[in-house]
């Protein structure tokens, strides 16, 4: 049950999501700072996300642009260093992707029955980039079915023939296909898979008439700069519009209106007099601050892991930290039972990977190769783009279903070299290329073994070779 002053919080909400009403600016400078801080944490994945919406769904015009709401776009291709839209692509699993507006009714999403050792999953997210649920191998199975995402104002009864309901608490979520490839002569059975997932309004899977139509979306156009200053809160100003407040937050919420955060307000950053902004950006400073300290201590050095970052909002615990960490650090990263991820950012002295510094080695010993479920993948990235290390070789990964063509140790271990230069030929089975300069490579474990998330297994380091 809500509270009256709830209530109120909860109603003078609404009042600015109808009206568009400009919230007043009414905390203190000490006071905004405070908050703004706090807004910064909470607002950055959701604009971050904003980022990836216009240029998939929105910008028709663009290079990284995929379908319209409600519709699919399949990339059926092998990731290069020219792929762009998302920082750390992942060069295994070739991506779909439907960005769904729920606001008019469901959506049902229908999966083919695909071969049992391939991998494919379909995560489900809010617009705060919280994981709602999974479909695919760990969770629902490979023998395909249907599937209604609904928003959180629908009401409706689930048809007999779909599977599973789930619902999102905004009514723009996103959903990530992942398709599993195996090399590149595999391209044709992925796109295949990709052809098999369909996407449909309820109304015309249950062949019946459509709600009347809701109001056009009018998008504001991302700016170079939007997630770095007090611009970041028009945006999120924007997409609040689409997620109704949540219980847990009316307080977060009632702070944030003191400083003109509000939904579907709008956020007049040149109406804020010197002092204001000053108070705005010095808090924005304290939330990156606090992340790099994080980042540092913890998140570089592996005791806050992937699992501590990705998740549904029950996971989280309105960790708004973690969750801009998981955002900062990786976009659309995978909840702890769909895949574990490491990150070699640091080596085995505590400093920057570069490839321009040092050759290194990553040593897994006999028997002690990522506990998979489905399969582990080390990919390298430049760090100063975050995007894959163009090579003549044209090789970005290292993955589990190349092991048979790499070269073991003596002992049956195996070691890999991460490095610029290019070794000799009969080294290079286990040679991962590295940029002229600083990087970081990704350890991916899909559906990692218990003993991956209990600690069990050990992360081998990134070894400088002398």
Known sequence: MIGKPARLVLASLSLLMSTGAWADFTATPVQARAIAKEAYLYGFPVVQMYKTLYTQAVDKGGVNYKAPFNQIGNAAQVVTPRDTALPSPNADTPYSFVWMDLRREPLVLTLPRIEDDRYYSVQLIDLYTQN??????????????????????????????????????????????????????????????????????????????????????????????????????????????????????????????????????????????????????????????????????????HQVTSADLYGSRDHLQNNYLYRFAGAETGMFGNSGDEAAYFKYLVDSEGKPANGARHSYTVHFAKDQLPPADAFWSLTMYDARTRLLVPNHKKRYLINSRMLPALKRDADGGLTLALQHHEPPKAEQSNWLPAPPGPFYAVLRVYLPKPEVGNGQWKLPPLTPLK
């Open 132 to 301: 709602i649920a999974y479909l695919g191998t760990r969770s629902t199975g490979n023998n395909g079915g249907h599937y209604m995402i609904a928003g959180p104002d629908w009401k409706g009864q689930q048809p007999v023939d779909v599977d599973r309901v789930v619902y999102s608490e905004s009514n723009i979520a996103y959903a990530l296909y992942r398709t599993q490839l195996f090399d590149e002569k595999d391209l044709s059975k992925v796109r295949q898979i990709q052809d098999g997932y369909k996407v449909q309004p309820l109304s015309s899977y249950v062949k019946q008439a459509a709600p009347p139509k809701v109001a056009k979306i009018d998008w504001p156009k991302p700016m170079a700069t939007m997630t770095e200053g007090p611009q970041l809160f028009r945006y999120l100003n924007f997409m609040l519009a689409f997620a109704a407040p949540q219980d847990s937050e009316q307080e977060l919420l009632a702070r944030f209106a003191t400083i003109g955060i509000a939904p579907g307000a709008p956020f007049k950053v040149k109406q804020l007099t010197a002092e204001q902004r000053k108070a705005l950006e010095d808090g924005i400073a304290d939330a990156k601050a606090e992340f790099a300290a994080l980042k540092k201590d913890r998140i570089d050095t």
